[in-house]
């Protein structure tokens, strides 16, 4: 019975290693990308994988900019018929943009919001977004690290909607990674 005990506490063992090494470098302070440095290994040796792994998020960044994700949605919009202009975003905070945000919100008819939902998804998986299921109403894609979420809502509690209307949003997430 002994015998059957310690395989499984092994690999118990063996688990919680690897994720208190996975979370090792998930520190506010530290990159996350970086790789856990040996501790036997000599300094100079792991200063060029770190310096190296540093400059990956940059690059997943410069791959698909804010900006770029921006003119993305617009064109989204537009191709559905919609002025860009005419939503609200909260993206843009006193004049500062957010790096890892883009968002689009507006009020429309319901029927302008049917017939917009559709066109946006399709103009979006024309631009190279890849579609994600997530099986509700809600359009998801993703792309370069980012995560776009297109819906519309017929009743919020956060705004006010006459039953004629819908919330209209797009919402788009850096969350790292490619």
Known sequence: MYIRVRPRAAAVIALA???????????????????????KAP???????????????????????????????????????L?????????????????????WTAVLPSTQADFALPRIGAQLEHLGWRP????TATLSFEKAGWVLLVGSVKQSTGV???????????????LGGG
Request: neutral net charge.
């Open 43 to 81: 300094a100079a040796a792991s200063a060029p994988a770190s310096s190296s792994a540093k400059s990956t998020p940059k690059a997943d960044t410069a791959l698909l900019a804010r900006d770029t994700v921006d003119e993305e949605v617009r064109s989204a919009l537009r191709t559905a018929g």
């Open 83 to 103: 002025d860009p202009a005419k939503g609200k975003s909260t993206a843009e905070a006193k004049g500062t943009k957010n790096p890892n945000l883009v968002d």
């Open 132 to 135: 994600h299921s997530g099986g």
């Open 17 to 39: 290693a690897s994720a208190a090494l996975a979370l090792a470098g998930c520190s506010s302070a530290g990159d996350p990308a970086a790789p856990v440095a040996d501790p």
């Open 160 to 174: 006010p909607l006459r039953s004629t209307e819908s919330l209209l949003t797009v919402n788009a997430t850096y």
